[in-house]
Each structure stands twice: as structure tokens, then as C-alpha cells.
């Protein structure tokens, strides 16, 4: 199931039922019954960390930082269906219990405050699902050409999103053709002329273009444009070109901030 | 189009607030609430006068309707700050704060400040705080190349504020460097 599909069964209330295969095959190991990290956060001894890192990182946290990669990232990075599936269908079943309580006239006063609480909760995640998508949708818009001539970046696109990029890719040169580039001579009606000293016509993400890297654990070096090595220790954060540290932001290592 | 103009280029201070509102914080809470499963984990059961542990938004929220105290976080008080602000204005390195100060002590001070000691004397260190930081972060932009710069203990709001600057100055001194090599 890919995501706008998803994302429409939650437009649409929820209501809708998948397989249960389908959503045993998706199902996280069930997190509602996992204890968060409990205690104080931060122990006395160390009272300040960058983040909050010594736990495993919740689902939400996860695409928290995938979210501010993508919206920081020059480039597309691979898509986080699975991830996303999965906090779509938490929130689905959110919803469903929330709708449930919210029905029961015997709901206490206390009550009250979970479902709201709940509900506040799931428009914050709703939010940064929608513009996770919107980020990415951006992207492909503008690189959609590209997009349709580079097998590499394909494999960082759900199909969904490969069909839209294409799509769009067509809808925009039919658009170009017939407003301007059929009355032209055919020597200059191309839209992927390669001509010398002028950048190509297919706009392609710029990778060297600087980015905030913040190391998430401790990095191997990089090589840096002119020459030297980078060694970043955890908690490290640098202005680099992107294409610098394309590896590790796609590892997980660091994240963009 | 599918994103607008504005956010572009950069996350806004909405979205770090969003995102820094995640982060967990000690209550008092005023309400008694069983154990509950949310989406970003399981928080409670609150049973005052016990303290509680929750997300910042949850505390807010909560807060705006008077049914929490919130406390405030070890670096939020007057002793530690000042501190900071001693180090800033003789050293000349960034001092060591959480990475999201800014977005949590302007939530907190906004809806909790009777819950902190003495916030006017708080907001004054902080304004202080930042403008000896931002002269810094300033400062730094003269050793700007085309390579790399390393801005240790910048927290994230400051990096929002000098961002479209800084990237779009080293992009230019990157394309400065590069033309020579590719022609």
C-alpha cells in the first residue's frame, strides 16, 4: 500500500478497513504496550546531552529527524515507507479509539483529558507526516525530469511517487511543446540540450550545496573539498557541502540540522 | 505548489517549537490520569502530588489548564545561566547548552512563568545570552570558506537564524573556487 493511499484512508476518517494480513505484516511489535523511557531523562551526572540519545529512538522520532533531513537536504533521500506505514496506522488507530470514547456518554470528566490529549497529539504527528510528504513532493516536482532519466534516484522513490514524477514529468513537456517550443526550429525545440559552458537544462539536486551536519555518533573521516579530513565525534556540528556527508546523513549517522 | 516559498530554504521557529516540544519534562501534575498509550510512547500515570514525566506539548497543554506545575529543567534557573553568561562574554568559544534552550525556555517562560523563580530576571540573562552568542556566531562568519566550518555547541535556533546567510555565502565561495579547476 503505498502512501498516498494510506494518507487518503486517513483523509477519509479512518474508517476503512485493511486485511488483517496486511496490517499484521506492518504491525509494529505492539508499541502501545512498550514502556517509554521512564525516569528522569536526564541523569544528574550528565545533565546535558545535545539531544536526548542514550534510548532507542521511537518511531516518531525517527520520522522527526527523517523530516528535518529531507527539509534540509539539497537532495531527495530514500523514501521511509515502512516507517511511515506504520505511524499512519498508529495514528488510524488512534483516531478509532478516540472516536469510540468520544461516542460512550458513561466517558468520565477525566476521560476528557486523555482524548484530548490524544487528539492534540495526532494533529502534531498528522503535521509532520503532511509536510514530510509536501517536502518531498516538492522535490520531485522540480526535479521530475531528472527524475525520469536517472535510475538512482528512482530507487529512492516509492512507486507512488515514481508515477507522479513521471506523470508530471510528461504533462510539463506536452505544456512546453505546445505553448512555445512547436513553433521553434526542431534544432532548438529540445528540452535537454547539453550545450558547453551553460548548466544543463534538467535541473538536478545541487550536492554541493552547504548543509548543517549534526554527528549523531562518533563519524570515520570525510575528506573535505580541500583535502583535509574531517573527523566528526558525536555532538560534532559543521557547515559542510552536502555531498560531503551524503553517505552517513543516508546512514543514519548524521542528521541535518 | 507543494511547498511554499517561505519554507524552502529552511525549517521555521513553529516547526523547531514543534519539534523541540518533544522533548520530555518533570510535572507536578494536578489531575490524577491512569497510564496512557500515545503515539510517541506511553506517559503517567499522573497521581499528585507525584512528580510525572511527560512531553513538553502534553505539559503545556496541561498547564494552560491549570492542571499541572511544571519544573523546570536543571538549566533553567537564574545560578546556572548566569554562569553561561559569564563564560560567553570572557571566553571566546560557544559555552555548552542544551541544544534546544531557546525553543524550551520561550515555551516555558511563556505559559509557566510562575512556575519558575523569578522569570524576569530569567528572560534578561537569556536576551543577554543570545546577543553575546549571536556576536559570536557573527564573528565567525569571517573564517567562512568554501570547505567546511565547525560551529561546536550551536544550538539549533541559532543555526536557523544564520542559515540562508552562511549556506548561500559558501555556496558562492564554492563556485569561486570550483571555476578555476573546471575550465
Known amino acids: 500500500m503505498d502512501w498516498d493511499e494510506e494518507y487518503d484512508l486517513l483523509a477519509a476518517g479512518g474508517a476503512a478497513e485493511r486485511s488483517f494480513v496486511e496490517r499484521a505484516r506492518n504491525a509494529l511489535p505492539d508499541d502501545d504496550d512498550l ?8 541523569p544528574a551526572a550528565v545533565p546535558f546531552q545535545l539531544q536526548q540519545p542514550a534510548e532507542e529512538e521511537t518511531p516518531l522520532q525517527q520520522l522527526m529527524r527523517h523530516w528535518t533531513n529531507e527539509r534540509n537536504c539539497p537532495d531527495i533521500l530514500p523514501a521511509q515507507e515502512e516507517l511511515l506505514v506504520n505511524i499512519l496506522d498508529h495514528i488510524r488507530r488512534q483516531s478509532q479509539t478516540v472516536q469510540l470514547l468520544r461516542e460512550d456518554a458513561s466517558t468520565s470528566e477525566d476521560e476528557h483529558v486523555r482524548i484530548m490529549l490524544a487528539q492534540t497529539e495526532m494533529e502534531r504527528v498528522k503535521f509532520i507526516v503532511r509536510s514530510y510528504i509536501r517536502t518531498r513532493h516538492y522535490k520531485i516536482d522540480r526535479y521530475a525530469r531528472f527524475i525520469t532519466t536517472n535510475a538512482e ?8 511517487e515514481r508515477d507522479h514524477a513521471s506523470r508530471y514529468a510528461n504533462i510539463l ?11 521553434l526550429p526542431p534544432a532548438q525545440a529540445h528540452l ?3 550545450a558547453a559552458f551553460v548548466p544543463s537544462m534538467i535541473t538536478q539536486p545541487d550536492k554541493t ?12 573521516p570525510i575528506r573535505l573539498p580541500d583535502g583535509t579530513a574531517l573527523e566528526m565525534q558525536k555532538g560534532h556540528i559543521s557547515l559542510v557541502p552536502y555531498h560531503t556527508v551524503e553517505q552517513f546523513v543516508v546512514r543514519g549517522e548524521v542528521e541535518l540540522v | 505548489m507543494a511547498l511554499p516559498e517561505s519554507l524552502r530554504m529552511s525549517i521555521t521557529p513553529p516547526e523547531l517549537e514543534l519539534i523541540s516540544s518533544q522533548q520530555l519534562l518533570e510535572i507536578v501534575p494536578l489531575i490524577s490520569m491512569e497510564r496512557t498509550a500515545f503515539i510517541s510512547g506511553a506517559y503517567g500515570p499522573l497521581r499528585p502530588p507525584n512528580k510525572a514525566i511527560v512531553p513538553i506539548w502534553m505539559a503545556v497543554n496541561l498547564k494552560s489548564k491549570k492542571k499541572c506545575h511544571i519544573v523546570a529543567p536543571a538549566w533553567l534557573n537564574v545560578d546556572f545561566l548566569q554562569d553561561r553568561l ?48 549571536q556576536a559570536k556566531s557573527r564573528d565567525g562568519l ?11 555547541n550551536l544550538s539549533s535556533m541559532e543555526i536557523n537564524e544564520i542559515r540562508p546567510f552562511f549556506v548561500q555565502s559558501m555556496h558562492m565561495l564554492t563556485q569561486l573556487v570550483r571555476e578555476p579547476s573546471a575550465a
Open chain 1, 173 to 183: 513537456d506536452r505544456h512546453l511543446y505546445k505553448c512555445v517550443l512547436q513553433s
Open chain 1, 35 to 42: 514502556d517509554m523511557p521512564h525516569g528522569p531523562p536526564r
Open chain 2, 86 to 133: 559569564n563564560y560567553e562574554t570572557s571566553k571566546p568559544g560557544f559555552s555548552d547548552l542544551p541544544f534546544r534552550f531557546m525553543e524550551i525556555s520561550k515555551v516555558l517562560l511563556d505559559v509557566a512563568s510562575d512556575d519558575l523563580e523569578d522569570p524576569d530576571k530569567l528572560r534578561s540573562l537569556l536576551k543577554d545570552l543570545r546577543e553575546a552568542r
Open chain 2, 142 to 152: 569571517k573564517r567562512l570558506d568554501h570547505s567546511e566550518l565547525s560551529l561546536p
Open chain 1, 192 to 194: 535537454d540540450d547539453t
Open chain 1, 209 to 220: 550545496r552547504p548543509v548543517f551536519a549534526h554527528a549523531r555518533q562518533d563519524c570515520p
Open chain 1, 153 to 160: 534516484v528512482q530507487t529512492r522513490l516509492t512507486a507512488g
